[in-house]
């Protein structure tokens, strides 16, 4: 088997409806990567494109706190946006699912919700929501971390 394939997706299948259904996902991830790569790319020309019109209107080269919040929130979906290609790339390169970076992509999504959050437009319900989903996921990338060590301590203890 092909070192980069997935073990959930092999493309040496006996059966080639699957092996083809296979080949057609890792189509489908690899066309996803090149469609994330695009969405950067606009992601940063909107940046610059913001950034460019708040800086050349009255008051001239002057930001004022929404225009840096809204600042703040287009580097953030961008940087979100570079995360979900990173988990992509993994998917196609590694035996297994990223599933600590998935959590981690989806700690920095929800963390930016929250740095942009108005807090004059948002209901209390909805602060205790994304509060515990942070906690959440927060506990969950911690209990990764945590066994990811004890399994190196683990096989450091047995060699």
């Keep these: 088997m092909n070192k980069e394939t997935h073990n959930e997706l092999p493309l040496d299948d006996p059966d080639p409806i699957i092996r083809a259904s ?6 489908a991830v690899k066309l996803l990567a090149i469609l994330m790569v695009i969405v950067i790319f606009f992601g940063i020309a909107d940046v610059v494109y913001v ?3 708040r800086l050349t209107s009255d008051p001239m080269y002057l930001l004022n706190i929404s225009d840096i919040f809204e600042t703040f929130a287009a580097f953030l979906a961008v940087l979100v946006a570079i995360e979900i290609f990173v988990n992509i790339r993994i998917y196609l390169r590694s035996h297994e699912l990223p599933v600590k970076l998935v959590i981690a992509t989806a700690l920095m999504a929800v963390a930016r919700k929250i740095i942009v959050l108005d807090f004059e437009k948002i209901e209390a319900l909805e602060v205790f929501s994304l509060g515990a989903v942070v906690l959440a996921l927060g506990l969950t990338y911690g209990f990764m971390v945590r066994a990811e060590h004890q399994k190196s301590r683990d096989n450091a203890s047995t060699t």
């Design 22 to 27: 296979h080949h057609a996902i890792r189509f």
């Design 51 to 53: 950034l460019f019109q």
